[in-house]
């Protein structure tokens, strides 16, 4: 049987969960669900746990604290902690193909959908996340809450993207595209740095070897600039009669000019205030 490279999970009691990425013979239930490993005396016991305790396929596989297992794959299924222990269909998401699953460090949960974005659960509400309201394309291939790194962080067809909290930002990586679905994966090193990684589809899912293809599998490391631009106040009056407007405008350069004077962003405050989104 066929393990899914994104439906593995260390959960919280400690068990390593390996979630089946068979496609092929989905009635078999020997050729489904999931392989549990669970520490005993020196070493790890594994056990296959078949379907219902586990979708046929789950082929991403996450746990929100306090609230339980996450499944996607066909659809979106949810076993909450302490219920039924047989996952139940999200009824929002229908039949549609989850293609990644992640959770926060606010433990909210993140899930791409192809076609539609990304959507946000925080244990209450959703939020959805398109075209309409910031994402360059609807069309996402892998999420990643920053670590090092804040923010989450998503791949889409038209390239790395980036969700402050309150707005998305597109980032340019020379060399990176074009980016394909279920052919990309994202992690984060210890300084901050994201590296996309390279494969192709019948490898990751099938585990099909193409000779021919061996020059797609690498790795492209991207680092933001540590080193801010340089802001400044456009000239304006000092003074200005009471009840009047006052306008302020502002440039910034960035020391090295990696970065062009129209990509960059700003965040603005008046004295101790909050600072604006980007």
Same mark, same amino acid.
């Given at each position: ?7 593995v ?16 013979? @989905? ?33 991403? =596989?996450?746990?929100?604290?306090s ?16 219920g039924?222990? =047989? ?7 229908g039949?549609n193909?989850?293609?990644? @699953? ?11 959908? !192809? ?20 994402l360059l ?15 989450v962080?998503?791949? +889409? +067809? ?13 980032f ?9 679905r ?12 994201? !590296? =996309? ?5 019948? !490898? ?26 340089? +802001?400044? @106040? ?9 009840g ?11 020391p !090295? ?22």
């Amino acid at each position: 049987s066929i393990l899914s490279h994104i439906g593995v999970l260390e959960a919280r009691d400690g068990a390593m969960i390996f979630g089946s990425g068979e496609s092929r013979g @989905l009635q078999n239930p020997s050729r489904g669900g999931a392989v549990v490993f669970r520490h005993q005396d020196l070493g790890y016991v594994g056990t296959h746990v078949p379907p219902p305790i586990f979708p046929q396929r789950p082929a991403n =596989i996450v746990e929100r604290t306090s609230d339980g297992f996450w499944f996607g794959a066909t659809s979106l299924m949810r076993r909450p902690e302490g219920g039924e222990p =047989i996952p139940q269909k999200v009824p929002r998401f229908g039949d549609n193909w989850i293609d990644h @699953l992640a959770i926060d460090d606010e433990n909210n949960l993140w899930a791409a959908v !192809w076609g539609r974005g990304v959507f946000r659960f925080d244990g209450h509400r959703w939020a959805q996340y398109n075209e309409s309201n910031g994402l360059l394309s609807e069309q996402v291939i892998y999420i990643h809450p920053g670590e090092a790194s804040s923010g989450v962080w998503v791949i +889409t +067809t038209e390239g790395l993207e980036r969700f402050d909290g309150h707005t998305w930002t597109d980032f340019e990586i020379a060399g990176g595209g074009p980016f394909l679905r279920e052919q990309h994966s994202l992690r984060e090193s210890s300084d901050g740095a994201l !590296w =996309i990684n390279y494969a192709y589809r019948d !490898w990751l899912l099938e585990g099909a070897v193409d000779a021919k293809r061996a020059s797609v599998f690498r790795s492209l490391k991207y680092r933001a600039d540590q080193v801010a631009p340089q +802001t400044v @106040l456009d000239p304006h009056d000092e003074t200005s009669p009471e009840g009047g407007q006052v306008a302020f405008s502002w440039r910034g350069r960035d020391p !090295w000019s990696t970065s062009k004077e129209r990509d960059l962003q700003y965040s603005w405050r008046i004295n101790s205030g909050e600072w604006s989104p980007f």
